[in-house]
Each structure stands twice: as C-alpha cells, then as structure tokens.
C-alpha cells in the first residue's frame, strides 16, 4: 500500500476545511453475531482448538428376559478442529501530512481501518456457514415451483426462479422434521441470512403478505426485516452472492450452535514503532483467531445449516 504523504492530503491543508467529514457507506454485516465465540481459548493455548461433538445413539433399546443379555448401543463421539490465523491491514502516512492537515489525519485512518476490520471479520465468519453440506436450489416456474436438495455441498442444478414463501417453508421443514435441527439460541425459530432480492421476491409473495397482515413481530436482531413459518430473515449484503441466475440470491438458514469462534488475539488497532526519526508512521489494525463450523453432515450425519445457492 502506498504511503500517505503531503501531496495527497493538499486539499486537508491548503483550503479551509469543513469540520463535517463525510466517509464511504459500509455494507451490512450480519453473520458475526450468530457464531459462538470458546471462551476457555486464549494465548499461550497454541493455534488450534479442538472441540468435541457427541451424536445420537442409533441401537434402539429392547425388552430383555431374565437370562438375556443386554443390548449394546455405540455413543458416536467426534473432535473437531478450529485454527487461528493472523488477519491484519495498515495504513501509512508520513509525520509532515499528519503535521499540516487541519483536520485530524489519525482519526480519519482510524475510522476506516475499523470499517475494514468489521467487514473483513464478518466475511470471515459467513465462510464457514457457505462451507455446508446442505444447498438447496429453486427450480421449477413461479407456477409450479420444485427444488433439488444436495448433501455434498454443491447446488445440482441451476436456479430457474426466484425464491418465495414455498422455499421458506420446504426449507423450516427440512431442517425442523427430517433433522430435529434445535432452533436458534434454544428458541423455536431458525434464522435466514438473505439478499436483498431474497426480501423483495418474498415479501411480493401473496402467501407471504396474507401471514404478514396478522404478524408485526419485534425486530430485535441486527438486521431483522421479517418472520415467517418460525423462521427469522436477516438482510445482509457483505458475504452473499445476489447474483445468482434468474432473480435467485443466496440465503442461508440455520439453527442453534452453527458456527464456533476462537480468538488467540483480539481485534486491536495499533501504531507502528518510528522509523526515520518518526518521519514514516503508520496505523493498523490486528486479529487472530479463526471460525468453524460445529457439524457436518458428512462425517456425523447431523444438518445445522441449509444454503440456497445454484449452478452457474
């Protein structure tokens, strides 16, 4: 990155200045806020953490005799792993462009090294729910609507439609009857992180505007624009793709514990140490840690999370 210096901050000293700064719109950041952070991680614990899944017992139990001997079941137990990396961005400047700006050169960087560290740890933490192995696609016409279902997390066919109150509802099924799948933060509902095509397409729904005349629930989440069949809608902008084809954009659904976070270090901004006599300075912001995704349906046959998505 190059460095800040006199001549690309002229317009911060040779001109009266207004005190009103104006600064660049910042995407919507939603995923953050759904991940569990392992508190019992810290420094001095190395770069990894393991955590351990217990699944359900398959062998059912039986009547036994007097003689008989007992049933055995098998309890399966798997460790998963989550590993920390070093994510970090610095802004240089020179002490002179610093010297002479009227406005505060420092405060400007600030602002915007902590915009760009949100960002980029929110779109950290949406990768893993992106990652799953469920990923649903609609297919089919407006008029009859179908859909495919893989399990190996790819789409296996190509959106052909957008999506409407009839996907919410296959999917909350899915996830509620086929998998037992708890509802988020030990409630009875699950949450959708949609575009915002997603959210126009489902509130034009017929069947989606007939249950909204009677519903007007509390918004209490960052970024809540809806609920429909136990299902709260989250509109984000910063990690989904709304470009999928034919008016399709991608959505996940998920239940309780999707998603784990670890912090070896956290989120920090810091100077550098002077160079050249404090003539070169620079500010930057720093994190270490790392995301995971708590169940897969590959290696544990357990269903968390559900992606909308498509084939080119």
């Not at 952070?37 to 955590?51: A, L, N, S, V």
Request: aromatic letters at 8%; a negative charge.
């Amino acid at each position: 990155m190059s460095l800040i210096t006199t001549a690309e901050t002229a317009d911060l000293h040779l001109q009266k200045l207004s005190r009103d700064v104006r600064v660049a719109a910042q995407k919507k950041q939603r995923f953050r806020q759904f991940v569990r952070p392992e508190t019992e991680f810290g420094p001095h614990m190395g770069d990894q953490y393991k955590f351990v899944n217990v699944g359900n017992i398959t062998e059912e139990a039986r009547e036994v005799g007097e003689r008989d001997d007992l049933p055995q079941g098998t309890l399966p137990i798997t460790a998963k792993l989550c590993t920390c990396k070093e994510y970090s961005l610095e802004i240089p400047y020179t002490s002179r462009a610093s010297l002479l700006s009227e406005l505060s050169l420092e405060s400007m960087i600030i602002r915007k090294l902590m915009d760009n560290a949100v960002e980029k740890l929110d779109r950290l933490s949406g990768v893993p729910f992106l990652q799953c192995d469920f990923v649903y696609t609609p297919i089919g016409t407006v008029g009859n609507k179908d859909f495919t279902l893989g399990t190996a997390g790819v789409a296996l066919d190509t959106a052909t439609r957008p999506m409407s109150a009839y996907d919410f509802k296959n999917i909350v099924g899915i996830l509620k009857s086929d998998y037992n799948v708890p509802g988020f933060g030990g409630g009875n509902d699950y949450i959708a992180i949609v575009t915002e095509s997603t959210t126009r397409a489902l509130t034009d729904d017929a069947e989606y505007v007939e249950v909204a005349k009677r519903v007007d629930p509390a918004k209490l989440l960052n970024g809540e624009v809806a609920r429909y069949h136990s299902c709260r809608i989250i509109e984000e902008n910063n990690v989904l793709n709304d470009n999928l084809p034919n008016g399709c954009g991608q959505c996940v659904f998920f239940g309780d514990d999707p998603v784990v976070e670890i912090e070896l270090y956290p989120l920090e901004l810091q100077r550098a140490i002077a160079e050249s006599y404090g003539r070169t300075k620079g500010i930057r912001w720093t994190w270490y840690g790392g995301f995971a995704r708590t169940w897969s349906f590959a290696t544990e046959a357990e269903v968390r999370i559900i992606k909308v998505d498509s084939l080119p």
